[in-house]
T-cell receptor, first 113, second 110 residues
Framework: DGGITQSPKYLFRKEGQNVTLSCEQN?????MYWYRQDPGQGLRLIYY???????QKGDIAEGYSVSREKKESFPLTVTSAQKNPTAFYLC????????????FGPGTRLTVL | RKEVEQDPGPFNVPEGATVAFNCTYS??????FFWYRQDCRKEPKLLMS???SGNEDGRFTAQLNRASQYISLLIRDSKLSDSATYLC???????????FGTGTSLTVIP
């Protein structure tokens, strides 16, 4: 089946640790995005990438890093510099025939202990 | 001013009722508009795109008013399964960043 996968679904980490969230898509989409969602709030853009080996900061990039070495993959690293990392992280992609439509992965819920 | 604004609700309506949500956007050069549905602790899923002439999908009708810069979603004959948060999403004509509203919460009551 075509789609976007994110792993893990739930992630716990201790303060001061870096952690990497996985996002993979087999939709042959060019663009990929990372969002953060906090309770009662809308989605906020962390980073996005339009093509391989290129990405741009979103509204809340501080404390996060990404890479786009392959079209299918766009991992997000939450670094220890991120002051409040506990949140629901969503990966999305656009492209193909429905170029303007975003499709989301199931999300990763990160909790910092 | 936020790019996209929605009334957060909550909207609590009985089964069978008709309910409407509005969403305003600030960028007059916006190109594409969408309604997404998000269930609790799940990812947003596309409900429908919004076209200039308005469009309908079963019990759902979406409208776009470019002059007043708002889009609307009408749900007729509400079902219990319609309970969710509805997100308004806007894509400007230039750039590649989507702008999301904070969502409107709907609960359909038996």
């Amino acid at each position: 089946d075509g789609g976007i996968t994110q792993s893990p679904k739930y992630l716990f980490r201790k303060e001061g640790q870096n952690v990497t969230l996985s996002c993979e898509q087999n939709l042959n989409h060019d663009a990929m995005y990372w969002y953060r969602q906090d309770p009662g709030q809308g989605l906020r853009l962390i980073y996005y990438s339009q093509i391989v080996n290129d990405f741009q900061k979103g509204d809340i990039a501080e404390g996060y890093s990404v890479s786009r070495e392959k079209k299918e993959s766009f991992p997000l690293t939450v670094t220890s510099a991120q002051k409040n990392p506990t949140a629901f992280y969503l990966c999305a992609s656009t492209g193909g025939q429905g170029r303007d439509t975003q499709y989301f992965g199931p999300g990763t819920r990160l909790t910092v202990l | 001013r936020k790019e996209v604004e929605q009334d957060p609700g909550p909207f609590n309506v009985p089964e069978g009722a008709t309910v409407a949500f509005n969403c305003t956007y600030s960028n007059s050069a916006s190109q594409s508009f969408f309604w997404y549905r998000q269930d609790c602790r799940k990812e947003p899923k596309l409900l429908m795109s919004v076209y200039s002439s308005g469009n309908e999908d079963g019990r759902f009708t979406a409208q776009l008013n470019r002059a007043s810069q708002y889009i609307s979603l009408l749900i007729r004959d509400s079902k219990l399964s319609d309970s969710a948060t509805y997100l308004c999403v806007v894509l400007p004509r230039t750039g590649n960043q989507f702008y999301f509203g904070t969502g409107t919460s709907l609960t359909v009551i038996p």
